[in-house]
């Protein structure tokens, strides 16, 4: 696979864009301004990766969101600057420890703190290095996702002479970084600390060491080298790399960045990377600073920890689409990432894109699935929920789609997976999500005697509506009744309704449910529920 090509955009939108406010159109805004001012033609964005583990979901969330930015840069220029998003991978990193996946850790031993890119291939032959190989993933990743992009790596810009220049002004205001730098290290950390990384003739491997010279003139560093001896490299063509933070603020002087997001735990060093760019003769770029993600304990995600939702996760359960909506509502608010959070944002991304349907171009770039389709929003016919979707794999004891479908066309008359791809789409998901995610915790209770009174009466009312699919009339069926049995408030009776027939607090609407699941079967499923059946199975 390659990079997709960007999308056209209507010019429909071009004059709706000046006023829009969504969170894209506000960065945007910032990045037009910038290019007034500096007089460039061409905007470039920029999102980092760190190929000592494969790409995860925070990368996606990056390159996605970015990518909404630069489709509302677009919109407000009215597509007339030119724009490139640059993924630039951080491969000549040395390798600090090594990952839990390779297959032999003892083969890896000899590589550590060598570069990425000069660490051997643990799993296959098909790549020259651990970096390769990880960089090669990220790409098929960011393919897979139609991205438009342009790959970057650290080695080959570092070894191509595309930092050279900006390498030797970082050699010639060595003292203006140090004074950067110093003030934010410890006692011991300092006495030590340089910005230049050589790495080692000898080794191979990238050095923690004070630099004993740095020569502005030859564009040259000497420092120790691990047999005891000082050595003399040029600071271009892959001989040195810098420490994280001054390479930060390098990259975007040395290739003009205008915008890159990063997470709140980059947030203290900011003004690190802004100063060290502009001390290298660049403009810092625009920044977006968003929140990082929580588990379902509220607590900070770590890949370490295997804490959180992975990307592939997700997609076994719901669209990409629906990730997408999760990324770009709130980057700015710490929220959950975990399985729970995925039929909402399921049924709320169809809503959105039903919702835009009917919409005016200025609604339109407020609502939340122009940006997850980055202005080329399509329109699926999905009739059903997913949530409507998921109780009825509970209900119908459904292991796979086909049983789904013998529900739904009696529902849509017609409807088959060929004529609803998108609905049977969503069907296979609600299956997954069920049988791994919502079976093994649900619970039923047993009725009230008040609850068994009004769930009995439903029971023989539902009877004159036989064959029925009119979901307003039976919703209205079921309200009626909650009303007749006084219960106050009225959603405690829809609560008792999902408790004792569903196993769960809290559902779709009970008339849509009773409408796809078939009047007769919602007879037989309260019978069961009032002669206890129902919570032998949750016990089983």
Known sequence: MSPAPLPELDPAFFDAAQ??????????????????????????????????GLPHIGTFGEVARTTMVRTAFRLLTRDQVPTRLLCFSDDMDGMR?????????????????KPLTSVPDPWTNEHNSFGDHNNAMLRRFLDTFGFDYEFASATDYYKSGRFDTVLRLAAERYDDIMAVML??????????????????????????????????????????????????????????????????????????VDF??????????QHIYDKICAILGGTPPEHYVYELFLDSEGQKISKSKGNGLTIDEWLTYASTESLGLYMFLKP???????????????????????????????ARLENPAFHVHYGDVPNP????????????????????????????SRYIPGASPVTHPELDKLAGYAVRYFNDRVKPFKTYRAPTDHERAALED??????????????????????EIGKAHKFEPLRDWFKAIYQVLLGEDQGPRFGSFIALYGVGETRRL???????????????
């Open 19 to 52: 006023t829009a406010r969504a969170w894209p159109f506000e960065e945007a805004r910032k990045l037009v301004a910038r290019l007034e001012k500096t007089g460039k033609k061409e905007a470039l964005f920029e999102t980092g990766y760190g190929p000592s």
């Open 97 to 113: 420890k090594i990952p839990e996946t390779v297959p032999s850790k003892e083969a890896m031993e000899p590589h550590l703190q």
């Open 183 to 256: 003030p934010t290290l410890g006692a011991e950390r300092q006495a030590t600390y340089s910005p230049f990384l050589p790495i080692s003739p000898i080794s191979g491997r990238v050095l923690y060491v004070p630099m004993k010279e740095v020569n502005a003139k030859d564009g040259t560093v000497t420092f120790t080298d691990e047999d005891g001896r000082d050595t003399t490299v040029p600071v271009t063509g892959g001989h040195v790399k810098l420490q994280w933070k001054p390479d930060f603020g390098m990259r975007w002087a040395a290739l003009g």
């Open 260 to 269: 890159e997001m990063f997470g709140k735990d980059h947030q203290t060093n």
């Open 332 to 362: 700015r608010v710490a929220k959950r990432l975990h399985f729970d959070v995925i039929p909402r944002q399921v049924d709320d991304y169809y809503s959105h894109v039903a919702a835009y349907q009917e919409q005016d171009a200025a």
């Open 381 to 408: 016919d999905v009739p059903l929920s997913f949530a409507l979707l998921l109780n009825l794999v509970a209900t119908a004891n459904a292991q796979d789609t086909k049983v789904m479908w013998g529900f739904i």
């Open 458 to 479: 439903l029971r023989t009312q539902l009877e004159a509506y036989a064959g029925s699919t009119d979901a307003e009339a039976l919703q209205n069926l079921v309200y």
């Open 526 to 540: 309260i019978e069961d529920a009032l002669e206890g059946k129902l919570l032998n199975s949750s016990a089983a």
